[in-house]
Every structure is written in C-alpha cells, then in structure tokens.
C-alpha cells in the first residue's frame, strides 16, 4: 500500500523520535565499535573507501561517531551528521578524549538524513572527496534526498559507500531456525537462516540491540529498490562486499551470526558520481 506525503512526514517524524530515545543506550552498548562493526562492517567499509591522507569525508548518520573518529584516526578531515541530538552531544564528548590533532578534524552537526537540503548545508557542491553511511539506510524511511544531497556534495569520480543490512539475507523477512536429523544413530543439528520473504516486505518495527529502550523501525528495501535512487542521482556502483563471520567460535547463542560463515549479514557498496552524468539525471 502506498504512503501519502502526510503518512511518510509522520513516519519519519516517528522513526527519528524512536531513535533520539535510544540514542544513549546505544552509545553506551556500542561505545568505540562491537563485534559487528569491528569485524564486519568497518573494515569493509575502510577498504572501500580507500582513504588517502587529508581526504574529506562526510559521515550521514553517524550515530555516536564511531567511525568518523576512526576516520580522523586515519588522517581524514570528518564532517559528521545524525538525526539525534543526543547521539551528536555523546559523539562529540567522546571525541573531546581524542588527542587534540586527531579530534580537531572531527565536526558534528545535527541533520536530519531524509532532508536534502539539511544534508547539502554540511558543505558546498563538490566539498568532499568521499561519503560514507554505515549501517543506516535500512532505518531511514526515504533514501532517495541523501543520494540526491551526496551526488551534489561530492566531488568528481568522488565516491560513496555504505554499509547495510544485506537485504537478501538479514531483514524482517528472514527466519533462523534449528534442524535435526538421525544420521545412522548420529543426531544432526544444522542452524538455518530461511528467506520468507523478499520483494514485498514492508516496513517493521524490531530491535537492533537486545534490552534497548524501543525497537526501531526498518525499512526493508530488495536490490532494485535500494540501488535505483541512486542510480537516479547520478552515481553508479563500482565496488561490492559481502563481510561475514569467518567462524563459530565466538558464537554466544545459538542464532549469533557467528554460526552462519556461508551468509553474509552485512552489504557493502561503492558509489561513484558516473562520468556521463555530470551532476544532472539524465532525460
């Protein structure tokens, strides 16, 4: 079923409320990285990005800040944004306790990532070199004016990774589960991950970290859906990885993604503002 424009207006004013009431509880949980960051998401992320020294980078929903300060810490010059006041005042107290050279290039603004025009005044047309969004547009309900803002912001061939839930594998419509099976008097368990559903999920409200105040909402978006905007501003993709967990051993439970080596839970993509495209779509 289609949104109006009033739906839509109130489901962000909603997801964004959500997120300002879990702001601390997760800046205390996730702190300077989890598991799922260090080992996942942040390395393919690094290496994607390819950063050279000096670079600008723009960080969209940045959470606590987490990876802009690993960002300076490689020599980037950061501008970082996210919906949540709180989230932004935890960020920059925890950038405080940096060394003052490598906290110097960190900034934090308050901007909402559905508000284009919120997003192109963290900078000018063609500031950044690259742009980064990690683990964020599955909670963001509209996609399409942060593509549109970040083709503007960066500069030529500059680029734009993001990093998300794998929309083929870890979404609502994914379902974990047990099997046995009596192999020659040998009991057989095998974990399973099974896709339910895929092209037509709609939006769900679920939680990210266990004990955390309200579960949020995300918005389930297959390949096409999450790439065509995108497309639409201008960028193409150039640069793909599938991070997953090389193996069981630090597994704490039995649906840990841990114990699902042949699944990857995370999509890593590359952008690039195309060679044809100017900065206009083209007709």
């Known amino acids: ?4 424009t009033s739906d839509s207006g109130e489901l ?5 409320a959500i997120w300002e009431g879990n702001a601390v509880f997760w800046d205390g949980r996730m702190g300077e990285g989890n598991a799922f960051h260090r080992e996942l998401v942040a390395p393919a992320a690094v290496r994607l990005l390819a950063l050279t020294m000096s670079e600008r980078v723009l960080d969209i929903a940045c959470g606590n800040g987490q990876f802009s300060r690993e960002l ?11 919906v949540s006041p709180s989230f932004i005042e935890r960020a920059r107290a925890r950038t405080a306790e940096l060394p003052p050279e490598v906290a110097a ?7 909402d990532a559905t508000d284009e025009a919120a997003l192109v005044a963290l900078g000018e047309d063609g500031l950044f070199d690259a742009a980064v969004s990690n683990m964020a547009l599955m909670d963001i309900p509209d996609i399409a004016p942060l593509f549109r803002a970040v083709a503007r912001l960066l500069r030529p061939a500059g680029r734009f990774v993001a990093t998300l839930q794998h929309p083929c594998f870890n979404s609502n419509g994914m379902r974990f589960s047990l099997e046995e099976e009596d192999q020659a008097g040998e009991l057989i368990v095998t974990r399973a991950a099974k896709i339910v559903r895929y092209l037509h999920l709609p939006p769900g409200r679920r939680l990210g970290m266990i004990g955390q105040p309200a579960p949020h909402w995300y918005f389930h978006r297959p390949l096409h859906t999450l790439l065509a905007p995108a497309f639409a501003a201008g960028l193409v993709l150039d640069g793909l990885e599938e ?3 090389p193996d069981a051993s630090q597994a704490k439970r039995a ?3 841990d114990n699902f080596p042949e ?11 195309g060679e044809w495209s100017g900065r206009t779509t083209p007709g």
């Not at 079923?1 to 109006?4: F, P």
């Open 72 to 82: 300076a810490g490689l020599g980037a010059t950061v501008v970082a944004s996210d």
């Open 263 to 273: 699944i990857p839970p995370v999509l890593a993509v590359r952008f690039r503002m």
């Open 243 to 245: 991070p997953a967990f």
């Open 1 to 4: 079923m289609a949104t109006t």
């Open 255 to 257: 649906f840990d993604w």
């Open 105 to 111: 290039r960190v900034s934090y603004q308050v901007a």
């Open 12 to 16: 962000i004013a909603e997801s964004n």
